[in-house]
């Protein structure tokens, strides 16, 4: 065994850490516990741009109340040193994975003991409402416990600035360097300070609700639909303490819960991975929606940023939609809207991530309104709101992993607002005597079918790291010069900040932040990129093509025709 992890181990057992935590790393230390105690002090748990994301446990590389302390002690330390002369004020929410409260409260100890105000929900809460919280309160920064959509094994810690977005340049960077100084856990002061913290909750949740309703673009569809049969699933998360009443707030009379999975649950007993993009999270939702005939079933994630849906097909039988399909139906809602309703005056924009479907900006175009790309992660979104705030006035956006976001008042992606969105849509485009597949198709056959497919590849260990640099080498080095027999005319290369004309062999410099992703787009519309996952050892690879569909009714005929390409793609580039 590699001698530093022993010694690591032994810096821990000497450190002030409970009886309990020692007992633990002392059982490690012997033969029988040696494979964990490698798990657990191979390496630090890192404090990434997003913060931090780990498997619970014992040891520097494992998701602990020390671990979260040592992040929490190095945020006050930035935070003291760029606020020198103010009050800071920090806001803290948690979802209901195991330990999340307990982890929100240490978060909560340490940030009093650095002398600055806490303002902490009483109870579990959605990831948007902290984004939420962070700007009425006028608050410097923020951290909402969560792992999001992992298994129930992991939990997270993920940090936020003044405007309500995650962290980004250069504030990121510099919090991290902050947290890589926190060398053992005896700098940390844990010693809270009770005058420091303040509880807050319903009053919150009211502002909220009010921003919500405000932004309601159809509320005499609403009353008209107003017993639009809805199936909701928190899938034992947080969209449990704002989703329902949002809907109700708006109107909606027949929202009808999934029990089996309405109760906070850390332990997620109902499924495997609670995660709205796969169809297994949302099968007891399925279940219930043809159980009552259901005009919408939607399902969020643990911390209630993300929202899937399903609707009823062609055929009358429940389809779930991906990211793209629903973020496409969102944004030609809202601008369609928009425009019924005289609020486009040529100062709006939408927003999307480099690897979300193009169809949005087909869309976007046809109603005169600036579609954005932004590099993958919401915070980029977030942070193109910032810049424009006074300029341009961002109507939504959104990414395919299932992220939507609907005006403003929140700067991170929102399920408890976009369930309300899609809730909305749905009793609108059913008030014109269409079902939301209808509305997915008039889509399509107005601006073009475009359909997309993610392909991951995992490569474990440090040879794994390695043969996904060399896949991203040879690509840069040797691009494909046609895919699917189409030629490939432009590269785009996000960590040379380059894009090239490959007919002509012109190059011309890209305004984006560098990241290590290659996009290739081909004469008829294809695009593939290529992104190494930032927090797991995985290469992802992004397709997307299109077609004309003269007529839904050739929606199979086309669909399958797509598939087939994105099939032929995938065995040429021998994925």
Not at 209 to 219: N, R
Not at 369 to 380: E, I, P, S, W
Request: one cysteine or more; glycine letters at 8%; proline letters at 4%.
């Amino acid at each position: 065994m590699d001698y530093t992890i022993k010694e690591k181990a032994s810096q821990w057992l000497q450190s002030n850490i409970d009886k309990e935590s020692k007992k633990a790393i002392e059982h490690m230390l012997t033969e029988e516990g040696s494979s964990e105690l490698v798990e657990a002090f191979y390496k630090d748990l890192e404090f990434g741009t997003g913060g931090l994301r780990g498997i619970m446990g014992v040891g520097s590389n494992r998701m602990n109340k020390y671990t979260v302390g040592m992040a929490t002690q190095g945020l006050s330390n930035y935070l003291l040193k760029t606020y020198p002369h103010e009050t800071i004020k920090v806001a803290i929410a948690h979802d209901s994975r195991n330990n999340s409260r307990k982890f929100a409260e240490v978060t909560a100890a340490v940030f009093s003991a650095n002398g600055i105000q806490v303002y902490f929900f009483e109870e579990l809460r959605p990831t948007p409402e902290l984004s939420f919280a962070i700007r009425i309160l006028g608050c410097h920064s923020g951290v909402v416990l969560t792992a999001s959509h992992n298994p129930k094994e992991y939990n997270g810690y993920k940090a936020y600035w003044n405007d309500g977005g995650q962290l980004v340049p250069p504030h990121d960077k510099n919090v991290i360097e902050e947290v890589g100084k926190i060398e053992n856990i005896d700098a940390v002061n844990f010693e809270k300070d009770e005058r420091k913290i303040q509880m807050i909750g319903k009053d919150i949740d009211e502002k909220y609700l009010s921003a919500l309703q405000g932004i309601s673009l159809s509320p005499k569809a609403i009353k008209n639909q107003h017993d639009l049969k809805i199936v909701y699933t928190p899938i034992h998360g947080t969209g449990i303490t704002l989703v329902p009443q949002a809907l109700q707030r708006l109107g909606f009379t027949q929202v009808h819960i999934v029990e089996e999975q309405a109760t906070p649950d850390g332990n997620f007993p109902t499924v495997v991975y609670p995660n709205p993009e796969e169809s297994d999270a949302l099968s007891l939702a399925l279940e219930k929606a043809r159980a009552i005939n259901a005009d919408l079933l939607m399902g969020t994630d643990p911390d209630a940023d993300r929202v899937g849906i399903a609707a009823k097909n062609q055929q009358g039988e429940f389809q779930l939609l991906n990211g793209n399909q629903t973020g496409s139906m969102l944004i030609h809602y809202l601008l369609k809207k928009w425009k019924e309703n005289n609020k486009l005056d040529g100062k709006q924009f939408i927003a999307k991530t480099i690897v979300t479907t193009d169809l949005i900006h087909k869309i976007a175009n046809h109603y005169s309104v600036d579609c954005y790309d932004t590099l993958t992660g919401f915070k980029y979104i977030a942070e193109l709101i910032k810049e424009k705030e006074g300029i341009q006035k961002f109507i939504g956006g959104g990414e395919e992993s299932y992220g939507y976001l609907i005006d403003d008042f929140v700067r991170d992606k929102d399920a408890v607002a976009s369930c309300a969105m899609i809730a909305e849509m749905a009793a609108y485009v059913k008030d014109q005597g269409m079902s939301l597949f209808d509305f997915l198709m008039e889509t399509y056959v107005q601006f073009g079918l475009y359909q997309e497919k993610l392909t991951s590849l995992t490569k474990k260990g440090k040879s794994g790291l390695e043969e996904i640099k060399e896949m991203m080498r040879q690509l840069r080095e040797t691009p494909p010069k046609t895919i699917a027999g189409e030629k490939v005319v432009k590269v785009v290369d996000y960590l040379e900040g380059t894009e090239k004309d490959m007919l002509t062999g012109d190059q011309k410099p890209i305004d984006f932040p560098e990241s290590d992703v290659l996009q290739f787009f081909t004469e008829k519309g294809t695009k593939i990129s290529a992104r190494p996952s930032g927090t797991e050892p995985k290469i992802k690879f992004y397709f997307s093509v299109n077609d004309q569909l003269p007529d839904k009714d050739q929606y199979d005929q086309v669909f399958r025709k797509l598939n087939a390409k994105i099939d032929t793609i995938i065995q040429e580039m021998h994925l």
